[in-house]
């Protein structure tokens, strides 16, 4: 049982990745689409590439959007609308006419009786109220059918035979003709008009309802393929009617319903796909960055903004697949730059886009533009800690994203005719939210503990107090630091390494030196120097410890480990020369361990760097009269002393970038003494 806990702890790192390898693959498999892949690809206006294609089930041809569309309009152009009929009306009016008329009518005036025109008036007043009379104008045409409810039944009309109530006056004038006085005729002209009150209305509601209930009865299908039948030929262009068949089986072939064993298929085939894609990840990790890959801290953050970037698409698409370009997928391969190195952030970008091509539709078009903008934001962001940058990249990627949208859509229709220009504003707001990345790569910090450029800077900055601090303490400590953060800066950019990182690892790497800052020449300014009352034991005892008193003071400031690395490994195993020397003299038996610096040995090109810098600027003050030739030899002879113990063993940087790190180091001390080159007399 202790054998077996035994290897467990050994292999704990590797345990845990496994354990995050099986939970990433089960969260994306969880968002993939639970449905089957068509497994031919193809774009309007192109050939099909493939061999003859022959329906392999008999399904229907869905008919587009644009046609479907027009079928509901059609609808709506010719639906029949309801009106409601109300007999009350007719009674309220009809008493209504005969009080206006009782008041207004006058015997001594016409020659018609008070009766005779009443019964006039009401004959016309039955037969208008018959068809009914309204009161509003409607865009139907006279010839329009209408359905006309009165009561519990449905009786069809002419539009024209409903009576607009501003017409009654022409239609009682046309009824009585010749037959009564012109004095009569104003009179039931005016008094039927005032009286007739309009008793059919346009019922919205139920003509709407009808409308919908023909919208939803329209056939999404026209027609129908059997299985066998041809589908495309090989070379034919497709588009047109060609286009919709092929959609049509698309969709259909997506949306079969699947048995429980087609179902059980289908997972083991997304779990094969999205496993493979989770260890190409691993691999690679493994292969080119073995440092990110032994920490299991960097791994889970990169896993998780892969699986973060599958959510976020999947919930877009889900609610709304045309929004899908909203997703800012560019702030991955940003944040993982910021964090890391531009090829894995790429590296990255691309898996995750293969994951997203089984969710998203028009796959191919999707993974051309967002590989082209994960391209573009790689090469084009360099300092993400200079804001302007970060917006200059933010532009050049909306721009790329509009011109190959725009690109695409030419080559598809052959036209602007149909373009959706709302697509360049998702891309406009697709660009804005990667500017989010600042404050997220600001949240990731202290989330997952890592540091990115950003920080970096700020911590550069020499009037941060923990500096300050090293200034007044141990100025001379200070100087040398700025001297070493000059020269590793300058090797590092040379050699392609971390230039920011080195600069602050350099200006923070002697912080320990703060706790007894005279026991160190750089700061002996009165010529006294204490060591020569101490035992040279106790001496380096006290020049060794500034490396953990450092590595103290710099979790107590929160450093990121980061830099707390150049701290431990800036002396790597080295031994404490001077006072080993002075111990050996007095004592042939002394344990060489004890003036030996505990490690670890530079294990990054960032910490080697600084270990070559501290070293050779340290050194530089010993020489007397420095010329250009010694400064060569003295740069040489430290450094490869340096490599003769295997200081560098776990460094990865090779023998030409070390003779690159020389050169630059040379070239800089003598710019520091301000030497030129010795011509031979």
Same mark, same amino acid.
């Not at 009782?102 to 019964?119: C, G, L």
């Not at 009564?180 to 309009?198: C, D, N």
């Not at 531009?342 to 091509?357: Q, S």
């Given at each position: 049982?202790?054998?077996?806990?035994?290897?467990?702890?050994?292999?704990? /790192?590797?345990? #845990?990745?496994?354990?995050?390898?099986?939970?990433?693959?089960?969260?994306?498999?969880?968002?993939?689409?639970?449905?089957?892949?068509?497994?031919?690809?193809?774009?309007?206006?192109?050939?099909?590439?493939?061999?003859?294609? #022959?329906?392999?089930?008999?399904?229907?041809?869905?008919?587009?959007?644009?046609?479907i569309?027009?079928?509901?309009?059609? %609808?709506? =152009?010719?639906?029949?609308?309801?009106? =409601?009929?109300d007999? =009350?009306?007719?009674?309220?009016?009809?008493?209504?006419?005969?009080?206006?008329?009782?008041?207004?009518?006058?015997?001594?005036?016409? &020659?018609?009786?008070?009766?005779?025109?009443?019964?006039?008036g009401?004959?016309?007043?039955?037969?208008?109220?018959?068809?009914?009379?309204?009161?509003?104008? +409607?865009?139907?045409?006279?010839?329009?059918?209408? #359905?006309?409810?009165?009561?519990?039944?449905?009786?069809?009309?002419?539009?024209?035979?409903?009576?607009?109530?501003?017409?009654?006056?022409?239609?009682?004038?046309?009824?009585?003709?010749?037959t009564?006085?012109?004095? %009569?005729?104003?009179?039931?002209?005016?008094?039927?008009?005032?009286?007739?009150?309009?008793n059919?209305?346009?019922?919205?509601?139920?003509t709407?309802?009808?409308?919908?209930?023909?919208?939803?009865?329209?056939?999404?299908?026209?027609?129908?393929?059997?299985?066998?039948?041809?589908?495309?030929?090989?070379?034919?262009?497709?588009?047109?009617?060609?286009?919709?068949?092929?959609?049509?089986?698309?969709?259909?072939?997506?949306?079969?319903?699947?048995?429980?064993?087609?179902?059980?298929?289908l997972?083991?085939?997304?779990?094969?796909?999205?496993?493979?894609?989770?260890?190409?990840?691993?691999?690679?990790?493994?292969?080119?960055?073995?440092?990110?890959?032994?920490?299991?801290?960097?791994?889970?953050?990169?896993?998780?903004?892969?699986?973060?970037?599958?959510?976020? &698409?999947?919930?877009?698409?889900?609610?709304?697949?045309?929004?899908?370009?909203?997703?800012?997928?560019?702030?991955?391969?940003?944040?993982?730059?910021?964090?890391?190195?531009?090829?894995?952030?790429?590296?990255?970008?691309?898996?995750?886009?293969?994951?997203?091509?089984?969710?998203?539709?028009?796959?191919?078009?999707?993974?051309?533009?967002?590989? %082209?903008?994960?391209?573009?934001?790689?090469?084009?962001?360099? @300092?993400?800690?200079?804001?302007?940058?970060l917006?200059?990249s933010?532009?050049?990627?909306?721009?790329?994203?509009?011109?190959? +949208?725009?690109?695409?859509?030419?080559?598809?229709?052959?036209?602007?005719?149909?373009?959706?220009? @709302?697509?360049?504003? #998702?891309?406009?707001?697709?660009?804005?939210?990667?500017?989010?990345?600042?404050?997220?790569?600001?949240?990731?910090?202290?989330?997952?503990?890592?540091?990115?450029?950003?920080?970096?800077?700020?911590? /550069?900055?020499t009037?941060?107090?923990?500096?300050?601090?090293l200034?007044?303490?141990?100025?001379?400590?200070?100087?040398?630091?700025?001297?070493?953060?000059?020269?590793?800066?300058?090797?590092?950019?040379?050699?392609?390494?971390n230039?920011?990182?080195?600069?602050?690892?350099?200006?923070?790497?002697?912080?320990?030196?703060?706790?007894?800052?005279?026991?160190?020449?750089?700061?002996?300014?009165?010529?006294?120097?204490?060591? /020569? @009352?101490?035992?040279?034991?106790? /001496?380096a005892?006290?020049?060794?410890?500034?490396?953990?008193?450092?590595?103290?003071?710099?979790r107590?400031?929160?450093?990121?480990?980061?830099?707390?690395?150049?701290?431990?490994?800036?002396?790597?195993?080295?031994?404490? +020369?001077?006072?080993?020397?002075?111990?050996?003299?007095?004592?042939?038996t %002394?344990?060489?361990?004890?003036?030996? +610096?505990?490690?670890?040995?530079?294990?990054?090109?960032?910490?080697?760097?600084?270990?070559?810098?501290?070293?050779?600027?340290?050194?530089?003050?010993?020489?007397?009269?420095?010329?250009?030739?010694?400064?060569?030899?003295?740069?040489?002879?430290?450094?490869?002393?340096?490599? &003769?113990?295997?200081?560098?063993?776990?460094?990865?940087?090779?023998?030409?970038?070390?003779?690159?790190?020389?050169k630059?180091?040379?070239?800089?001390?003598?710019?520091?003494?301000?030497?030129?080159?010795?011509?031979?007399?």
């Open positions: 049982m202790s054998q077996f806990f035994s290897v467990l702890s050994k292999n704990q /790192s590797l345990i #845990y990745k496994g354990f995050l390898f099986v939970i990433a693959t089960i969260l994306v498999i969880y968002l993939m689409p639970k449905g089957g892949q068509f497994k031919y690809h193809f774009q309007k206006g192109k050939p099909w590439q493939y061999e003859n294609l #022959y329906a392999p089930f008999t399904f229907t041809i869905k008919k587009g959007e644009e046609a569309a027009d079928e509901e309009a059609a %609808i709506r =152009e010719n639906s029949v609308p309801y009106f =409601e009929y007999n =009350e009306v007719i009674t309220e009016s009809r008493a209504r006419f005969s009080e206006l008329l009782e008041e207004t009518f006058v015997d001594s005036i016409y &020659t018609t009786s008070a009766s005779q025109a009443r019964e006039a009401l004959t016309i007043l039955e037969s208008l109220y018959e068809n009914g009379v309204i009161d509003q104008i +409607y865009s139907y045409s006279p010839e329009a059918l209408i #359905y006309l409810k009165k009561g519990d039944r449905i009786e069809e009309r002419i539009y024209s035979q409903l009576t607009q109530r501003e017409n009654i006056p022409g239609i009682v004038s046309k009824r009585l003709g010749d009564y006085s012109k004095g %009569i005729q104003l009179l039931l002209q005016k008094t039927l008009k005032r009286a007739m009150e309009p059919v209305t346009l019922d919205t509601k139920r709407e309802a009808s409308i919908a209930a023909e919208i939803e009865a329209i056939s999404p299908t026209r027609g129908v393929v059997e299985k066998g039948e041809r589908v495309v030929e090989k070379g034919v262009v497709v588009e047109g009617e060609t286009y919709q068949i092929l959609n049509s089986l698309k969709e259909e072939y997506q949306s079969q319903v699947w048995s429980q064993s087609n179902y059980y298929w997972i083991l085939g997304y779990t094969i796909v999205v496993a493979l894609v989770f260890l190409m990840l691993f691999l690679f990790l493994n292969k080119y960055r073995q440092t990110i890959f032994s920490d299991n801290t960097k791994v889970t953050f990169i896993v998780f903004n892969i699986v973060l970037m599958v959510l976020l &698409t999947t919930i877009v698409v889900k609610w709304e697949a045309k929004y899908v370009y909203v997703v800012p997928l560019c702030i991955l391969p940003l944040i993982l730059k910021a964090f890391f190195d531009p090829r894995l952030g790429l590296f990255v970008h691309v898996l995750t886009l293969m994951l997203l091509g089984f969710i998203v539709p028009n796959s191919f078009e999707y993974l051309f533009l967002q590989i %082209i903008a994960g391209i573009v934001t790689i090469l084009t962001v360099s @300092e993400l800690y200079r804001r302007a940058n917006f200059i933010v532009g050049q990627i909306t721009l790329i994203y509009i011109v190959a +949208y725009f690109a695409f859509f030419i080559l598809q229709e052959g036209s602007l005719q149909r373009i959706l220009w @709302e697509n360049f504003a #998702y891309f406009i707001i697709c660009g804005l939210a990667t500017l989010f990345a600042h404050p997220l790569i600001y949240l990731y910090e202290k989330l997952f503990g890592l540091v990115s450029d950003v920080s970096l800077l700020e911590l /550069s900055d009037n941060s107090k923990l500096l300050k601090e200034a007044n303490k141990a100025p001379g400590t200070f100087h040398h630091s700025l001297n070493v953060a000059n020269l590793g800066e300058a090797a590092a950019n040379e050699i392609g390494a230039a920011m990182l080195v600069r602050v690892g350099a200006l923070y790497h002697d912080i320990g030196k703060m706790k007894n800052p005279t026991y160190f020449t750089e700061n002996q300014v009165s010529g006294v120097n204490p060591h /020569s @009352e101490l035992d040279p034991q106790e /001496s005892e006290i020049i060794i410890d500034h490396v953990i008193d450092g590595i103290e003071i710099a107590k400031n929160n450093l990121p480990d980061r830099v707390v690395d150049f701290i431990r490994t800036h002396h790597g195993t080295s031994l404490v +020369y001077y006072f080993y020397k002075q111990a050996k003299d007095l004592d042939e %002394i344990n060489e361990d004890d003036f030996r +610096y505990p490690g670890p040995m530079p294990f990054s090109k960032e910490t080697a760097i600084l270990m070559m810098a501290d070293s050779v600027e340290a050194a530089s003050k010993s020489l007397k009269e420095p010329t250009s030739t010694k400064i060569d030899d003295f740069v040489e002879k430290i450094i490869d002393g340096q490599m &003769t113990q295997n200081q560098f063993l776990n460094a990865n940087i090779t023998f030409k970038e070390i003779q690159v790190i020389k630059v180091l040379k070239k800089k001390l003598n710019n520091i003494y301000h030497l030129r080159v010795e011509y031979p007399e």
